[in-house]
């Protein structure tokens, strides 16, 4: 079982702000997989499960909020005894330009909070992500630029990039982090 994580936060209030690109990219992938999400309290996330190839995937939304997300994932790597080598993140970038899609297999949380805490929770850097680039801002501070919402120019750079991040997500399960990084990163 594979389970991918897609970061954000939750609410109509921050449903096409920059921090919730991992969300966008999971509602893509549950469209094409032919699933829907259902609120599972005890994780506190929404959860779709799906089949891949053979693999069971779980694509989860914590609803816990971007700077709490290892709580959910935590929960859920426990409860479906997922090892790390099985999680995917999908997360949203500032030193990455919009559009621009970078896979790692392991690392630091390079300051982004959502990766924080699931490295906190789990103990663990050793799990696949896939950033996405929303830029950062050219005036004012972070936090309003992460909660805001992409530009028309800005929607044009990552809106193909979102695709491209979910046919990422595919390729990294099938080839493996690697093959997805020669072929998606850049």
């Not at 694509?59 to 099985?86: H, I, Q, W």
Request: aromatic share 8%.
């Amino acid at each position: 079982m594979k389970l991918i994580v897609g970061l954000g936060n939750p609410g109509k209030k921050y449903e096409a702000t920059r921090h919730n690109m991992g969300f966008m990219v999971l509602d893509l992938l549950a469209e094409k997989l032919g699933t829907s999400f259902v609120e599972k309290k005890k994780h506190n996330a929404m959860v779709a499960s799906a089949l891949y190839k053979g693999e069971k995937l779980l694509l989860v939304k914590p609803l816990t909020f971007m700077n709490s997300s290892g709580e959910a994932v935590r929960s859920l790597c426990d409860y479906y005894d997922v090892d790390t080598s099985d999680l995917v993140v999908l997360v949203d970038d500032l030193t990455l330009e919009p559009g621009v899609i970078r896979i790692r297999p392991k690392g630091s949380s390079g300051g982004q909070n959502g990766i924080a805490s699931i490295i906190e929770h789990l103990g663990s850097k050793e799990f696949a992500r896939i950033k996405m680039g929303i830029g950062k801002p050219q005036f004012g501070d972070a936090i309003a630029h992460v909660l805001g919402h992409f530009s028309d120019e800005e929607w044009s750079e990552v809106e193909p990039a979102i695709f491209r991040a979910a046919e990422a997500v595919y390729c990294l399960l099938v080839e493996g982090t690697y093959k997805a990084m020669n072929e998606y990163n850049g």
